[in-house]
């Protein structure tokens, strides 16, 4: 495995602090593309859910690397107010990323932090294994988590406004200090 010297002066992990119902995911496309077009690498899933009635809500990650769909949401049936998310579902997923980050991505972008991550599941160990690799980590964080990404992340990260700029400026930044983009123009 190649070894990267990091500058520690730029933190490996970011969190984008959003609202509720604020859509995050085409901010995460933008750095992606922005990122495999200068040929790099990027792993992790974008979340893509269904709102109309037909669908009941479904929940699907698409991987970045391939497209594939995974679904992660459970069918609770009409007027159910528990959370929808399918935690062994989420569990399958996250075990497949964490061996695929033997491929060394120049960066990962996870859906969201939420309360899987915060009790210790969900992607919080291919979290760690990317912060060991120093492999950047992009992702969402809604309000209510944001006290437990801070506990998680420490030093380590940093809360970006829901705003491409900031963000894309983080990515290149983060990206060159863990000596994996040539040209962090």
């Not at 929940?59 to 690397?65: F, K, P, R």
């Not at 120049?106 to 912060?131: H, P, S």
């Not at 406004?161 to 200090?177: E, K, N, Q, S």
Request: with cysteine; charged share 30%.
């Amino acid at each position: 495995m190649e070894e990267h010297m990091t500058d520690l002066a730029i933190p490996l992990q970011a969190a984008i602090r959003v609202e509720k119902d604020r859509p995050v995911d085409d901010i995460f496309e933008a750095v992606a593309e922005l990122l495999m077009a200068k040929g790099l690498v990027v792993a992790g899933f974008l979340q893509r859910e269904c709102t109309d009635g037909a669908c009941c809500g479904r929940i699907e990650l698409e991987d970045l690397a391939g497209g594939e769909r995974h679904l992660i949401s459970q069918a609770l049936g009409p007027g159910a107010r528990g959370c929808r998310l399918d935690p062994q579902a989420l569990a399958n997923v996250a075990g497949r990323l964490l061996s695929g980050l033997e491929k060394d991505p120049d960066l990962l972008i996870l859906n969201r932090f939420g309360k899987g991550e915060a009790e210790g599941q969900g992607f919080r160990a291919v979290m760690e294994e990317a912060c060991a690799r120093d492999i950047p980590v992009l992702i969402a964080v809604r309000e209510s988590y944001v006290e437990a990404w801070e506990r998680f992340a420490g030093d380590l990260g940093l809360l970006l406004p829901p705003d491409r700029g900031p963000v894309l400026d983080w990515v290149r930044r983060a990206v060159a200090a863990a000596g994996r983009l040539r040209d962090a123009a």
